[in-house]
């Protein structure tokens, strides 16, 4: 009996040691590689240290502070929606129906010469999380976005990937219908919602990275004409707090 106790505890204690490691990690150099996670560094609207495949002129709200832009959130008692440890700005990156801005997107190399040691010893793994949120919180609404974490080797083609897809249709008004809903106009109060996936990460990886896009595939407009509604035409999606780290297993 003893011995079964005794086993009990032992296999319990690494169960708790094993989980500990896994919430806490003991990162290798930063716990995040990401330059300007959160929005915070900006000019005219555009996120520093970020790049783009599309003109910056083209969308002028890459980057909001909270609560400024459509009033979305509010930083008194009730922090609806906000992420931890929010900071003042987040990603702000808008879709619609007109050709020039179905597709957007931002993306930034990360630099991990440091792991490359470590991965010729050990198993390393990439563990990468991101805060997002959408303005129509709509199903029906065929906007989407996807986050790409590349692996790429010394020639810079990708050998491996962590891939994330959100659609408006898993987010929600969190007070919806509501008296305070109704006293601020119908405003919709978003929820930014954490993601985070892990990988381990490919021996020949000697650069990372980091591609965040957004599109509205919808076929052609009806026209000008017709009754649509800005949340069959468009959608914003909203992020903060990107981070990448790595760990040995």
């Known amino acids: 009996m003893r011995k079964l106790i005794l086993l009990y505890f032992l296999t319990m204690s690494m169960f708790m040691v094993g989980q500990t490691k896994q919430e806490n990690p003991s990162w290798i150099g930063k716990s995040n590689r990401i330059l300007n996670p959160g929005a915070e560094l900006n000019s005219e609207g555009a996120p520093l240290l970020w ?7 083209a969308e002028s709200n890459w980057v909001s502070p909270y ?3 459509s009033h979305e959130w509010n930083h008194g008692e009730k922090k609806l929606g906000l992420p931890t440890n929010p900071g003042n700005n987040y990603f702000r990156l808008t879709v619609n129906k007109y050709e020039e801005t179905r597709k957007i997107n931002l993306f930034q190399l990360v630099n991990v010469d440091d792991i490359h040691s470590a991965l010729a010893s050990d198993t390393v793994i990439a563990v990468f999380q991101a805060w ?7 199903s029906s609404n065929c906007a989407y976005t996807e986050i790409k974490v590349l692996f790429t ?3 810079g083609k990708g050998i491996d990937s962590m891939y994330i897809k959100k659609t408006p249709g898993e987010f929600k008004d969190l007070d919806a219908g509501t008296p305070e809903a109704e006293e601020r106009g119908f405003n919709v109060m978003h929820e930014l919602l954490l993601t985070k996936i892990s990988k381990e990460v490919p021996k020949g990886t000697k650069q990372m990275l980091v591609k965040i896009q957004c599109e509205f595939p919808c076929a052609k407009f009806k026209g000008e004409d017709q009754d649509e509604t ?8 909203f992020f903060d707090n990107f ?6 297993k």
């Not at 790049?51 to 002129?57: N, Y």
């Not at 997002?132 to 709509?138: E, F, H, K, Q, R």
């Not at 800005?230 to 999606?237: G, K």
């Not at 981070?243 to 040995?248: A, E």
């Open 67 to 69: 609560g400024v832009t």
């Open 153 to 155: 080797n010394t020639e």
């Open 51 to 57: 790049k783009t495949d599309f003109s910056v002129g």
């Open 243 to 248: 981070s990448l780290g790595f760990y040995k």
């Open 132 to 138: 997002i949120g959408v303005n129509y919180p709509n």
């Open 230 to 237: 800005e949340a069959e035409l468009s959608n914003i999606f």
